[in-house]
């Protein structure tokens, strides 16, 4: 009987058998190391990704807290604030008071006061505001009937840094700050029927002026609006 080929393969030399097998192992273990070698691989690669993501992820917390600390660091200090209805008749160094009437009428006043500080006036009033160019007196007297006070300034004097100083010490509203030609002083603060004339943005009494006449309950009618009205040239 001749022995077939899986007869030869069961009945061969032991020890070509065993390199045979011997070999299948290696092969076996070579691709387990293989594999293991790429599990590692991919392990290690995903490991660096989530360091790389944790990096980007801490770096990017940090710019956002970076930029929230900065915002309130550097943010431009909110306006005073002053309590309307406040005046209690305190007496102020420096400050002047008049006796206005006050009546609507159209066309030009002669006013006593430069600024003028109350007096008749135009029906309707200039809107509070920032202003770049000198206002009409009789719209902004108007305001002053409202309760606005009028900060007027001479430009020559006062600008750059001085006037940003001096917008920086104002209230969000019911204020006129403006230009005005020929002051005698480089700044005068006006309100209905009293006025105060000042060297420069740093002296202490703006604030006191503004506690104790701004939205004043003794002004011909407290609690009018300072907005609906006339905008002048230069508003900001």
């Not at 600008?159 to 010490?169: F, H, P, T, V, W």
């Not at 105060?196 to 609690?223: C, H, M």
Request: glycine share 8%; proline share 8%.
């Amino acid at each position: 009987m001749t022995p077939t080929p899986d007869d030869k393969r069961a009945s061969g030399n032991p020890a070509t058998q065993a390199k045979i097998a011997q070999t299948v192992k290696q092969q076996r273990e070579q691709k387990r190391q293989e594999k293991l070698a790429e599990y590692q691989k991919q392990l290690a690669k995903r490991r660096r990704s989530k360091i790389v993501w944790w990096a980007v992820g801490g770096v990017a917390a940090v710019t956002v807290i970076g930029v929230v600390v900065a915002s309130i660091v550097f943010a431009p200090a909110p306006p005073p604030t002053f309590e309307a209805n406040g005046s209690t008749g305190r007496e102020i160094e420096g400050v002047e008071t008049f006796e206005n009437e006050t009546t609507h009428v159209e066309g030009e006043v002669d006013y006593a006061q430069s600024p003028p500080a109350g007096g008749p006036h135009n029906a309707y009033w200039l809107n509070c505001a920032v202003y770049s160019e000198p206002q009409v007196n009789e719209n902004a007297v108007h305001s002053l009937e409202h309760g606005a006070i009028w900060v007027t300034y001479d430009a020559a004097a006062v600008n750059g840094e001085e006037l940003d100083a001096l917008k920086a010490q104002l209230p969000s509203s019911y204020v006129i700050l403006s230009p005005y030609e020929g002051l005698d002083s480089p700044i005068v603060l006006s309100g209905w029927n009293s006025q105060l004339k000042l060297d420069s943005a740093d002296d202490p009494r703006i604030a006191e002026f503004f506690t104790e006449y701004w939205r004043s309950q003794n002004v011909p009618e407290p609690g009018a609006l300072c907005s609906g009205a006339v905008d002048g040239p230069g508003k900001q």
